[in-house]
């Protein structure tokens, strides 16, 4: 499976990462490389195996439904790029 | 007695306890040995105020006699372990500046025993790399050399400021995590000892996530009793981490007998790679006959799906890294693009994450966004976890047919020199964690120890494989390995 210049294009959108027009070409024959090295996955006979969820066989433990933390929004928000009156601010997202 | 720098933790903790030396002055040695290995680069930010108050704390708790193993001992912090006030980056510009109000488990767990945090090491952005040529610090660089040749070396990675911080003396020990080698394959670029327990024996919280159904803690040492001491405190069961082990942890330092008489060794053929240099064959095979020596059996082995793991790997943790990257958005922290008038929301996005991650990181997210995107999710991702299955079987059926541990080299080379795989495509700087990976898709314990030099006085390592939740066994193996191989040689100080 090789990758053109539309698809590169679409996976960097849907990865929310601006890649100049002039770079696609060049990314797209980086990802078809790793695409071909994975197609020796092909090679192997899979029928009946179910994929694997979790390398350990354990439940996933489940905790009680409760409130245990909170009131630290100076905490939250002190790495914030962007924080106004107890928020994180993003440029307007709704017309 | 060697320079206090230079001292096991083993040696440290008796010495400490003996009230031969304090915890101060273990940490001052290795603050003053830290300050002149500028040219290693291995500590990125450097704690020496935490270290002081650390030590006096720790040299308070010895004397009232309530000391851990780990009371005193000056260590080293890999930066994708977040640590409280202090930069925590994940050797990325994307967290520039970022400083965690919180403390990851095992952090806490040190420093709960009274180690003592020197700084923070060097590593490839977001673990992804065997080099650390993909920080943003720079390269770490490993403190040997070949012979007089003054080329700088890899360290390997992604662990590579944790390797070359233990080999050089800067600290007694170090945290690593290891996602597809990135423990062992520096431990054994280094000349040093490097564990990844099995999967959920450390808890991830707190730790910048990679590929978390891959991703684990170990430390990374002098020698395999350190190993055993130090991953000891390391370990447990945290609620915080869904996937963390509710088991008890045993007494691994007590599981050091020395004695793997009757044990059965495998060495599995499919590690026999085309064009495996000499060096590695005679390094693999002298250590088969050290462990035969010692009184174990050795039995030929078959793992049959091996072949498949680094691209099953390589679908797996991009998949996964493509999910667990998606928070960095420039809103909660870390670095925000400066936007353009009438950037919207999406701008901001792809901006921040342009400038932000490198572009390894960027190609591994992208190549996760594809193979999980509609169309291709059952061809590759979930393909690759039905592979994924099959790799651990093969190892679940040796184990079955009796095998304790398995023997093997632990990387397909010595260190390489720092940007001799510049130009080469990216699956050959992948071929590294060839011997590494399987271990990570199984979710088993593995150890890298070093057994001897190559031809140019470079450290070479061999890893075994132990079954899972039996840490301590592996590491007798190890302890085994280790004294017949009596590796001790040190890097010449050149820094």
């Known amino acids: 499976m090789s990758i053109d210049t539309d698809t590169a294009r679409k996976v960097a959108h849907l990865a929310r990462i601006a890649v100049k027009e002039d770079d696609l070409p060049a990314l797209a024959g980086e990802l078809s490389a790793v695409l071909a090295f994975m197609e020796q996955l092909n090679e192997v006979d899979v029928e009946g195996v179910e994929p694997m969820t979790s390398v350990t066989p354990m439940r996933l433990k489940r905790r009680e439904d409760v409130v245990t933390d909170g009131n630290m929004v100076d905490k939250i928000l002190s790495n914030a790029p962007d924080a106004r009156e107890g928020f994180f601010a993003v440029p307007k997202v709704v017309e | 007695m060697s320079a206090l720098n230079q001292l096991t933790i083993a040696a440290a903790r008796d010495a400490l306890r003996k009230g031969e030396t304090s915890s101060a002055e273990l940490t001052e040695a290795c603050l003053s040995a830290i300050e002149g290995a500028g040219a290693l680069n291995a500590f990125v930010h450097k704690t020496p105020e935490i270290a002081r108050e650390r030590a006096a704390a720790a040299d308070a708790r010895i004397k009232a006699g309530d000391a851990p193993s780990m009371c005193g001992i000056p260590v080293g912090i890999k930066d ?42 060097n590593m490839d952005e977001f673990a992804m790399g065997s080099s650390n040529e993909t920080s943003c610090y720079g390269n770490a660089v490993n403190p040997w050399r070949r012979g007089n040749d003054d080329t700088a070396l890899t360290p390997g990675g992604s662990s590579g400021g944790s390797a070359s911080a233990v080999a050089a003396d800067l600290c007694l020990a170090a945290t690593g995590t290891d996602t597809g080698g990135s423990i062992r394959q520096p431990a054994a670029f280094t000349g040093i000892t490097g564990i990844k327990p099995t999967y959920g024996r450390c808890s991830r919280w707190g730790i910048v996530a990679f590929a978390s159904s891959l991703d684990q803690a170990g430390p990374m040492t002098k020698d395999v009793r350190d190993a055993a001491i130090m991953l000891q405190a390391m370990c447990g069961h945290d609620p915080k ?105 999406t701008e901001m996005y792809e901006k921040t994450r342009a400038e932000g991650f490198g572009h390894e990181v960027q190609r591994r997210v992208m190549i996760g966004t594809y193979v999980l995107s509609a169309g291709f999710y059952d061809a590759y991702y979930n393909r690759a976890r039905k592979v994924r299955a099959l790799i651990k079987r093969d190892f679940e059926n040796v184990f079955a047919d009796g095998i304790d541990a398995i023997l093997t080299p632990a990387t397909p080379s010595a ?31 593995g150890i890298a120890v070093p057994t001897g030099l190559d031809r ?40």
């Open chain 2, 456 to 495: 140019q006085g470079l450290p070479l390592g061999l890893q075994l494989i132990g079954r899972p939740w039996e840490e301590g066994d592996l590491l007798n193996h190890a302890y085994v390995l280790e004294r017949a191989a009596g590796f001790v040689s040190k890097p010449a100080k050149w820094w």
């Open chain 2, 415 to 445: 260190a390489f020199g720092l940007g001799e795989m510049a130009d080469a495509d990216p699956i050959a700087m992948y071929l590294n964690d060839v011997f590494t990976v399987t271990v990570n898709l199984a979710g088993l314990p």
């Open chain 2, 241 to 345: 981490d869904s996937t963390s082990a509710d088991l008890p942890v045993p007494d691994f330092e007590a599981a050091l007998t020395g004695d793997i008489r009757g044990k059965k060794i495998g060495i599995p053929r499919e590690y026999r790679m085309d064009g495996m240099p000499e060096e590695i064959e005679k390094l693999w095979a002298d250590g088969t006959a050290m462990m035969k020596d010692a009184g174990a059996e050795i039995v030929d082995i078959s793992l049959p799906h091996t072949k498949y793991a680094l691209p099953a790997y390589y679908v797996v943790a991009p998949a996964e890294a493509s999910s667990n990257l998606a928070r960095y958005d420039g809103v909660r922290y870390g670095h925000r693009a400066k936007l353009a008038q009438g950037d919207g929301i």
């Open chain 2, 80 to 121: 994708l372990f977040c640590t409280r006030g202090v930069p925590s980056q994940a050797a990325s510009n994307i967290l520039k500046n970022f400083k965690p109000e919180y403390e990851s488990t095992v952090s806490e767990q040190l420093a709960d025993a009274g180690a003592v945090m020197l700084g923070k090491l």
